[in-house]
């Protein structure tokens, strides 16, 4: 596949969780244990905005403005100046972080969170719906990280890193999540897996975390294409750009000495060859 050119400098410590919309005008991801949404311009500079001790997701809603995954709480914000409005703590310990999430098909919102130290079994897949309500729909994960729906939003594809798996689960907009299976193993010389994306083909995009890389696998779970990164920490990956047909994928230099990989922690993008879906908003 085509070699990622870098689009961003290192602007980011540990950058997770892109999302490409046309209504915020292109590409936002956020610098995630900063607090801080990333916004690229159209020049190529980064813009910058704190919102919280820490930041794991955001999606656009349907009537404006954005839904957030703050550290322990959801929050919306009306515009992109307005103030953050939080709905409230979700859990109190101060231990247990937000990671990773989504919108399924019906713009209802997900985030799944982790300790701090990734302590196995201490984290859950929270669901926000457009009321404002929200609800644990998959307790008892570790690194409750990428989720993703099928072109025909009948099956949600969810990552829990601990695991080393993609796990496909059922989806029926009244029923929710069901019948949970692992359709792709990552053998941990390969990295760990991290967030991903869903092509209009249906195929998984995944980036692996110490792999340098992020891996292309076909519905059933197959290994079929391959985009190597020059940098270590590959964290998430979305498709953007006018015609949906960039991969945009994210990085982080954590832990990482600069000199060693001084690309780590910008932003990547690919030209793959196929069309991504459309990014779901949050309806609420």
């Known amino acids: 596949m085509t070699k990622p050119e870098q689009v961003t400098d290192a602007c980011a410590e540990h950058g997770e969780g892109p999302v490409w919309s046309a209504s915020w005008g292109g590409l936002r991801w956020v610098d995630m244990l900063a607090g801080d949404m990333l916004t690229l311009r159209d ?3 980064v813009a910058r905005r704190h919102l919280g001790p820490s930041l ?3 999606r656009p809603r349907a009537g404006g403005g954005m839904v957030v995954a703050l550290e322990r709480e959801f929050a919306l914000l009306d515009d992109d100046e307005a103030e953050v409005r939080p709905l409230g703590e979700l859990w109190t310990n101060p231990e247990v972080r937000m990671n990773d999430g989504g919108c399924d098909p019906q713009g209802r919102f997900y985030c799944g969170s982790t300790t701090f130290a990734g302590t196995p079994g201490k984290g859950s897949l929270y669901r926000l719906d457009p009321d404002g309500s929200a609800s644990v729909v998959l307790p008892a994960v570790t690194v409750s990280n990428g989720l993703a729906w099928s072109p025909d939003g009948a099956t949600a594809y969810y990552v829990d890193s601990h695991t080393q ?3 496909a689960l059922d989806y029926e907009p009244q029923l929710g999540l069901s019948a949970r299976r692992a359709v792709v193993h990552i ?8 967030g991903l994306a869903v092509d209009a083909d249906g ?4 980036a692996l975390f110490g792999g340098s890389a992020v891996h ?6 197959r290994l079929d294409g391959r985009v190597e990164l020059p940098v270590t920490q590959v964290t998430a990956c979305t498709f953007g ?3 949906l047909d960039q991969l945009y994928i994210t990085t982080s230099r954590l832990g990482l000495d600069p000199a060693a990989e001084p690309e780590a922690g910008a932003v990547f993008r690919a030209d ?3 069309i991504g879906l459309p990014t779901a908003a949050f309806a609420g």
Do not use: E, F, K, M
Not at 187 to 194: L, Q, R, W
Not at 203 to 206: A, I, P, Q, V
């Open 43 to 45: 020049d190529g500079s």
């Open 56 to 58: 794991a997701a955001l």
């Open 165 to 167: 798996r993609i796990d």
């Open 187 to 194: 053998d941990a010389a390969a990295g760990i897996p991290d």
């Open 203 to 206: 195929h998984l995009w995944l």
């Open 216 to 221: 292309r696998y076909t519905p059933d779970g």
């Open 241 to 243: 750009g006018p015609g």
């Open 272 to 274: 793959v060859g196929v």
